[in-house]
């Protein structure tokens, strides 16, 4: 080969790098928008993030394919058992969820999309784990589900799973402003030995690397999600336990209070995301 | 628990090849993990065995060992010689067998 040729072609392989990599740029982008779900949502309010994506959005490419196949999904083995479970009669009032609410796909369509409420009888909030356990403990005389047992995450994933593709609509009232308020003090709040809050990670850190994990934006709309860590699903409030323990704090307890205002304003943060549940996750 | 969900094609031409997806519910348990209150070893319970026949013929076959993750996943190409009924058999610790059955009509 003559050094003129190989100037020559050295010109064309830089030419044709650029030509891959536009054509790279272009087609993951193309993708990014097909499938729906890692659409950046611009915020309603003004808050920590110019734009809000889903966590589906930093997960990798085999977790997004194990999540959108409905065969290969395994979050899917506990909506087929939270189906068999909301016709199957429990308790002293011999009622099943069937016989007050009917039809789950059309009456708890969109509750996933409002959950944690504000609830008059306790004067605080409640999550979907909590209504369901109360509809068990009050209307059907049964005995409350253990937090992280199989029949409430399936009954759960079921529940959420009714608002798929719904987007995520926290309205901020009189009556859960108290407690969105706590929640977001609780957000910014340094914590543990590590002295992080949630938004270090999440608000300013996110999509950078935390040792081999992607930081994501934090947002709630996937779950109960199936963790590949986990091997099953598991409740916002387990998540958030993992998190105050990973920047050594002592975390609050399943369904306490705190996480309750804590998942509503981190449920805020994600207003206009599509409800996933189940989503799967690393 | 060990609920079995397979996905064979209800339909399909002699000869085409089609993919069969296989999971199964189950916990994996790994045989070394203790009890975080008394301390004592969680004893093993695995899924150790799956074969999968058609009308009778072995068509695939796998043996699984501890590091296999929870609700294991199998997925794998067939070429369809006719019709005919599909069976898989997982085998649990302790010899206990759970079976699924799908039919395939071929064209």
Redesign the interface.
């Known amino acids: 080969m003559t050094p003129i040729s190989g100037i020559k072609m050295m010109k064309k392989m830089i030419k044709l790098t650029v030509g891959v990599l536009l054509l790279a740029g272009f087609s993951t982008s193309a993708v990014l928008a097909a499938d729906g779900k890692s659409e950046a949502v611009k915020p309603a309010a003004e808050f920590g993030l110019d734009e809000i994506w889903s966590g589906y959005h930093f997960a990798k490419k085999e977790t997004q394919a194990l999540q959108d196949d409905d065969?290969?999904n395994?979050g899917?083995?506990w909506l087929?058992?939270g189906a068999a479970l909301w016709s199957k009669v429990d308790g002293d009032a011999k009622k099943s969820c069937q016989s007050c609410h009917n039809d789950a796909s059309k009456s708890m369509k969109g509750v996933a999309t409002r959950y944690p409420v504000y609830y008059a009888p306790r004067k605080k909030l409640i999550n979907i784990e909590q209504r369901i356990n109360l509809c068990r403990t009050e209307q059907m005389k049964a005995k409350p589900w253990k937090w992280k047992s199989?029949q409430l995450l399936a009954m759960a994933v079921y529940v959420n799973n009714q608002s798929k593709g719904m987007p995520v609509n926290i309205r901020i009232t009189a009556e859960n402003k108290p407690f969105w308020e706590k929640g977001k003090a609780f957000y910014y709040k340094r914590r543990g030995q590590l002295d992080m809050s949630c938004a270090h990670c999440h608000e300013k850190y996110y999509g950078k690397h935390i040792r081999s994990n992607v930081l994501s934006q934090g947002h709630i709309n996937g779950f109960p999600t199936y963790r590949?860590k986990w091997?099953?699903p598991g409740s916002v409030h387990r998540r958030f336990k993992g998190c105050n323990k990973q920047v050594r704090a002592k975390p609050y307890g399943l369904g306490s209070d705190e996480y309750n205002n804590l998942e509503l304003y981190v449920k805020w943060r994600g207003n206009g995301l599509p409800v996933e549940t189940p989503a799967v996750r690393n | 628990?060990a609920?079995p969900?397979i996905?064979v094609p209800k339909m399909a031409k002699v000869g085409e090849i089609v993919e069969i997806?296989s999971?199964i519910?189950h916990k994996?348990e790994s045989g070394r993990r203790k009890d975080k209150k008394t301390g004592k070893v969680i004893p093993r319970k695995i899924i150790n065995a799956l074969k999968v026949t058609f009308n009778g013929k072995l068509v695939f076959s796998a043996s699984l060992h501890p590091s296999v993750?929870?609700?294991p996943?199998f997925a794998f190409d067939f070429k369809v010689p006719g019709s005919g009924d599909m069976v898989f058999e997982w085998t649990e610790d302790g010899g206990k067998v759970i079976t699924a059955k799908k039919s395939l009509k071929a064209a």
């Open positions: 065969f290969d395994p899917n083995l087929e058992e199989k590949l091997q099953k | 628990m609920k969900r996905k997806k999971m519910s994996m993750s929870a609700n996943y």
